[in-house]
């Protein structure tokens, strides 16, 4: 027997409060080896310390919160897998959500089509790509085989959009120099803050105001030489399904007060309430309004700082 097979026991027993039946299960070793295992030497001396490197892969082994399904993440059907003979499979990815924790992986649980139970389970590191070995389980399969199908079938791009997914949770943004052309930004347009970073939209930006639901977008100059302290707030009445339907107006607003109106579908009047109701007096919006536009001036100045390189000043 290893200390690796004790130590999970433990953390099961000890850490997660399981009894025999269910660690039984979720190890797929019989009961008896599990009391075995229990009242064995090496499980006696095994510690389940959670500090050491190897373990980092899989921190959320003996811990799972913090750990949020993906679909609270992004608007995502889940994986779908077709693991040759086997048939085909759902993968949920469930994400760590705490900017804090140094966690490096994304839990994986695969269920057979049709069924409720997960038949597989294990960690994936999303910098190597590979399975924590002491985080795998198998309810009634052939974990290893499970694994080497599901190897086939990880493209790079799937590997890319889970990496992305994975920050996303954590809150943590991409470089938008990966993915934006910078040659074609214009100093004189203001940009939509979510074309440029790739983040979900933050609940502070989803409000109610008389009872409806409505989704605000920002857009910001990001002209570095201009200090025009401001933001475009582009409000759309959210639908039933979290679509977006038309805008019903745009303000510019100072981020230390004042606004005014840039375009309406509504009344005057209605955009007078909607602002003393839900925007004038929102230290949170304004707070996230004021972060983002710094971000957007640091975009300016390295779009400025590439141009110039570009051009060999
Ligand atoms: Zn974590
Ligand atoms: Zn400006």
Aim: hydrophobic share 35%.
């Amino acid at each position: 027997m290893t200390e690796g097979l004790a130590a999970e026991v433990k953390r099961y027993r000890e850490k997660d409060g399981l009894d025999v039946r269910s660690i039984s299960k979720l190890m797929d070793i019989s009961m008896q080896d599990v009391t075995k295992i229990i009242n064995s030497d090496v499980y006696k001396e095994v510690r389940t310390g959670s500090g050491d490197r190897a373990r980092a892969g899989a921190r959320h082994l003996s811990s799972r919160k913090n750990l949020i399904p993906v679909e609270k993440i992004i608007d995502t059907p889940p994986m779908e897998l077709e693991l040759g003979k086997r048939g085909k499979y759902w993968v949920h990815e469930l994400y760590c959500g705490d900017s804090e924790c140094s966690c490096e992986s994304v839990r994986l649980l695969f269920l057979k089509h049709g069924e409720k139970t997960p038949v597989f389970d294990g960690y994936l590191n999303v910098n190597d790509f590979e399975f924590a070995s002491e985080s795998l389980h198998s309810i009634g399969e052939d974990a290893q085989a499970v694994i080497k199908e599901f190897f086939k079938d990880l493209s790079d791009s799937r590997k890319r959009v889970m990496l992305a997914r994975f920050k996303l949770a954590k809150g943590t943004e991409e470089d938008p120099s990966e993915y934006i052309d910078f040659s074609s930004l214009r100093f004189g347009r203001c940009l939509p803050y979510k074309d440029v970073f790739r983040v979900e939209t933050p609940e502070v930006f989803k409000v109610e105001h008389k009872g409806r639901g409505f989704v605000i977008h920002d857009q910001y100059c990001f002209n570095p030489a201009c200090h025009c302290n401001s933001a475009i707030l582009c409000v759309f009445e959210s639908g039933t399904s979290e679509d977006l339907v038309e805008q019903m107006f745009a303000i510019r607003v100072g981020l230390d007060g004042g606004y005014e109106i840039k375009a309406r579908e509504c009344e005057e009047n209605t955009v007078i309430n909607f602002f003393d109701d839900v925007i004038k007096n929102n230290k949170e919006l304004f707070t996230v309004l004021r972060e983002r536009y710094g971000k957007m001036k640091d975009l300016g100045r390295e779009v400025q700082k590439q141009r110039m390189e570009i051009n060999g000043n």
